[in-house]
């Protein structure tokens, strides 16, 4: 077994049309999700969406975004969604779930030292990089000599393949993490080549592709649906932010990011890296909500 942080550098593999093929290091053959999936496909020419100034207000036009990783602890842990890179050795083991009706049984290929996000949503991303498989999992727990999590949730890295329609993840939306994390040796070379995760406090009972599930008993229609996509507007000014922040805002033009679960409105997720600039990341909170739209994305749906 090798536990490596998400901070690690990542390669951009060659391939015509947008964005993907990052890898992780330790797992040069694996892709993040083909150049084809959602998370690698840029937005920034497709049109607004009709709602878009109502979905806007109904999230908060006033609040400012915010970097929900960075670099330290909080609550004993990393700041931020940790990966963890395992090899095909490494032993799996079963995990018991309370959504088991939802989650992918199994077993997890789990580290005596996985690596788990501190806070209450406490998920763990483990990627397997000889099979290229990724094991995502909500609330993991150590449970007596075994493992407990909320949910669960098992990805082929070369696959679109989505969720059954109306299944979970471990996230509320039914999407993978992984792929919406900003990785620290991304803004290290200069560029993040996908689409972000993000939560708002309030959603609605619907969702839309990619995402699988809802979360929500809010049947009104200015609330956003699950996997909704919105992005900064293109004339948002960003060369007066520093590098860190300004090359966050670069990829919230082109990708956008994603509605993937409740919480905090205008969070976006990341991995932990001790390089991170925290000043730099807290200024991303200029950023109010009323400089960002939604997109119209009905022309990537396959």
């Avoid at 908060?60 to 700041?79: C, E, K, N, R, V």
């Avoid at 199994?106 to 949503?121: C, F, L, N, T």
């Avoid at 900003?182 to 839309?208: M, P, Q």
Wanted: aromatic residues 8%.
């Amino acid at each position: 077994m090798r536990a490596v942080a998400a901070g690690l550098s990542l390669a951009l593999a060659a391939g015509a049309g947008g964005a993907s093929g990052l890898h992780l290091p330790a797992a040069p053959r694996c892709p993040i999700f083909p150049a084809s999936s959602p998370w690698n496909r840029r937005v920034d020419r497709l049109p607004a969406a009709a709602a878009s100034d109502a979905i806007v207000r109904s999230i908060g036009m006033g609040g400012g975004l915010h970097a929900d990783f960075g670099s330290g602890l909080y609550q004993g842990g990393p700041i931020g969604i940790p990966i963890t890179l395992v090899s095909s050795a490494q032993r799996k083991v079963p995990v018991s779930f309370d959504y088991a009706g939802e989650s992918d049984r199994g077993p997890y290929p789990i580290p005596r030292g996985v690596r788990i996000e501190a806070g209450s949503d406490r998920h763990a991303i483990v990627v397997d990089r000889d099979r290229c498989r990724l094991y995502e999992l909500y609330a993991l727990r150590r449970a007596g000599d075994g493992w407990h999590a909320g949910s669960g949730a098992i990805w082929n890295l070369r696959s679109n393949r989505l969720r059954p329609a109306g299944w979970t993840s471990a996230d509320a939306a039914g999407l993978p993490i992984l792929p919406g994390l900003a990785r620290y040796d991304e803004v290290e070379r200069g560029r993040i080549d996908h689409a972000l995760r993000f939560t708002v406090e309030r959603t609605r009972r619907a969702y839309v592709y990619p995402a699988r599930h809802y979360a929500s008993d809010l049947a009104d229609p200015d609330l956003p649906p699950m996997g909704l996509r919105l992005r900064l507007k293109a004339g948002y000014p960003i060369g007066a932010f520093p590098r860190q922040a300004r090359i966050v805002l670069e990829a919230l033009k082109r990708y956008g990011m994603i509605v993937a679960d409740n919480g905090s409105s205008w969070f976006i997720s990341g991995a932990p890296d001790p390089r991170w600039s925290n000043d730099q990341l807290h200024s991303l909170g200029r950023v109010p909500g009323s400089a960002f739209e939604v997109v119209d994305t009905s022309s990537l749906r396959p």
